[in-house]
């Protein structure tokens, strides 16, 4: 973090140097991002391990697992569905503004 920052101070010297607002503004917006990737890894890593049980690739991508108790639970997809909306609702609020 503390090297992007570096990097956009380089950027903007002089009358556009950052001031120390807009540094701990951007320290503010990385770390909510850091956090949200971690909520996304989190959510999907299921989805992932499911995954890695049948790789590689067979010509088998609309298949279902045969293994039932490899598939992800009902909760799995409600945990991966709350994170995908609550990004989706950030990321529509942002835009708009």
Known sequence: MDEL?????????GPDMLTMADRYDAATALRAYAER???????LEPFAALAD???PPEGDDAHAPWDQTALPTLGDFRHARAILSSTRSSH?????A
Request: proline residues 0%; without cysteine.
């Open 53 to 55: 049980r049948y790789d």
């Open 5 to 13: 920052i570096a990097r956009l101070e380089r950027k903007f010297h």
């Open 92 to 96: 529509d609020i942002r835009r708009k």
């Open 37 to 43: 990737e971690k909520e996304l890894v989190e959510a």
